[in-house]
């Protein structure tokens, strides 16, 4: 089992940056394939990005060039530096985390188990 928690979220101006973090509690950190989703009011939810236990990273189109997925195993922990932030990265942002089945292909929320509870980004313009 994956404990999951979000945190770095706020109130950003457009062109700006945020970077957000999420520690785990697991004991097979190393092993699993980790992800950053977002979902605005009325929205589904979208993979942003995601990395897999070789460090092999997969993005949004959305957000290729603005958004670094990064590990940390030593600490457990996700972050998601993100930049040149724009309106439409507003949302909810969770992170999520696999059984150590490995990423596939795309950022789909069908192939994570573990979630946090989310934190709050806004981008005024």
């Known amino acids: 089992a994956a404990q999951l928690e979000e945190s770095g979220g706020g109130s950003v101006q457009a062109g700006g940056s945020l970077k957000l973090t999420c520690g785990a509690t697991?004991?097979?950190?190393?092993?699993?394939?980790l992800a950053w989703f977002r979902q605005s009011p009325g929205q589904e939810r979208e993979g942003v990005a995601q990395?897999?236990?070789?460090?092999?990273?997969t993005y949004a189109d959305s957000v290729k060039g603005r958004f670094s997925v990064s590990r940390d195993n030593t600490k457990k922990t996700l972050y998601l530096q993100m930049t040149n932030l724009k309106p439409d990265d507003t949302g909810m942002y969770y992170c999520?985390?696999?059984?150590?089945?490995?990423?596939?292909?795309?950022?789909?929320?069908?192939?994570?188990?573990?979630w946090g509870t989310g934190t709050q980004v806004t981008v005024v313009s």
């Open positions: 999520a985390a696999d059984r150590a089945s490995g990423c596939s292909g795309d950022i789909r929320d069908t192939d994570f188990t573990y």
């Open positions: 697991t004991a097979a950190f190393n092993s699993r394939c």
């Open positions: 990395i897999d236990k070789f460090v092999r990273t």
